[in-house]
């Protein structure tokens, strides 16, 4: 990318509330060329809001943003930038007395064509017949291709992968990874965090309408550290399995779960003084790290137990 082209996507300061109710607060970001970008967080988190603003489909209560360097709010810089976006919103809907042909006939006027066949090939759907009749796996693959067909610079999703079995998944992460080896951008809410960890290079969490976290997947794995899992024979004071280098512990059924700042001495001389009755030490999971920025419940958020995300390896 040359350094005068804009970035695909831009958000400053990006604020929305719907009367007294927070939708996002301060929303400051920027999503590079090529890259495939993860937007997480909680029910509620505000991920459909800041979607829809860029989409034009919602006013920004307060600040800007711009999708290949086109304001969002002129009606006639959208318009330029939507023919070379691509977007699957989450809930897909199609007028449904059509056939998934004419559905792709209309989008195709609209922006062109040029991959419909070889995507058809890998989302296959029941052209002829009326989209009423569709499954809801057939209804997301239809609008992918719908989405795709024009080869997009840049593809806006919201939770693309609800309803699609695995190996449809599987062909869909390919094409986000053949648009990032061809320099196109992907950015992308999702709950589904062995995807976030699959495909994306960088993602930003929001909480609570605000954004809590931007970094590489790589970088926030890597300060995940080593979780200790270990039984003991004896019930040591509360204090003891405390010391530098633990981030977090909990104890459940005389189980200790300890995260570790990748530190071993100090575990080992502790445990010394105990009977192990068993022991694991594993790198931590994207579930373990990521399970930290949803947290606890706050102002209205729900709880880690409600926040719907998938923890599927
Ligand atoms: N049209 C609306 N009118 C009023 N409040 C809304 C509207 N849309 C969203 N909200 C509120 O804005 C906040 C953010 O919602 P949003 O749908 O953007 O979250 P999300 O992160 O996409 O959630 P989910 O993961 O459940 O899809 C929530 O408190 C929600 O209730």
Redesign the pocket.
């Known amino acids: 990318m040359s350094s005068a082209e804009p970035p695909p996507i831009e958000l400053e300061s990006l604020t929305?509330y719907?009367?007294d109710?927070?939708?996002?607060e301060d929303l400051t970001f920027a999503v590079d060329r090529g890259e495939i970008f993860g937007f997480l967080?909680?029910?509620?988190?505000?991920?459909?809001?800041?979607?829809?603003v860029l989409l034009g489909l919602?006013k920004p209560t307060d600040g800007t943003a711009s999708l290949l360097g086109r304001d969002v709010t002129d009606r006639t810089e959208l318009r330029d930038a939507k023919r070379r976006l691509g977007y699957l919103p989450?809930d897909v809907t199609f007028y449904d007395r059509v056939t998934g042909a004419a559905v792709l006939d209309h989008f195709a006027r609209l922006r062109g064509d040029e991959r419909r066949g070889d995507l058809l090939e890998r989302f296959p759907v029941p052209l002829d017949r009326n989209v009423k009749a569709y499954s809801s796996g057939n209804r997301q693959k239809l609008a992918i291709v719908a989405a795709f067909m024009h080869e997009p610079e840049v593809a806006i999703m919201?939770?693309p992968t609800s309803g699609l079995d695995p190996l449809v998944q599987n062909e869909f992460y390919e094409l986000l990874e053949e648009r990032r080896d061809a320099g196109r951008t992907s950015f992308f809410?999702s709950?589904i965090l062995s995807e976030v960890r699959r495909v994306c290079d960088r993602v930003g969490i929001?909480r609570n309408?605000r954004l809590i976290e931007l970094d590489t997947v790589e970088n926030i794995l890597a300060e995940g550290g080593t979780v200790v899992t270990v039984r003991l024979a004896e019930e040591p004071p509360a204090a003891a399995l405390e010391f530098a280098g633990v981030v977090r512990i909990d104890r459940r059924d005389g189980t200790y779960q300890i995260v570790l700042s990748h530190e071993f001495d100090a575990l080992i001389d502790r445990l010394d003084e105990y009977t192990v009755l068993d022991l694991e030490v594993r790198e931590a999971s994207i579930e373990d790290v990521f399970m930290h920025f949803y947290g606890t419940p706050a102002d209205?958020d729900r709880g880690p137990a409600a926040?719907?995300v998938d923890t599927a390896p």
């Not at 109710?21 to 996002?24: D, E």
């Open positions: 929305k719907y009367g109710v927070r939708g996002v967080g909680p029910n509620g988190a505000g991920k459909s809001t800041a979607i829809r919602s989450s919201d939770e809410s709950h929001i309408g209205g926040n719907g």
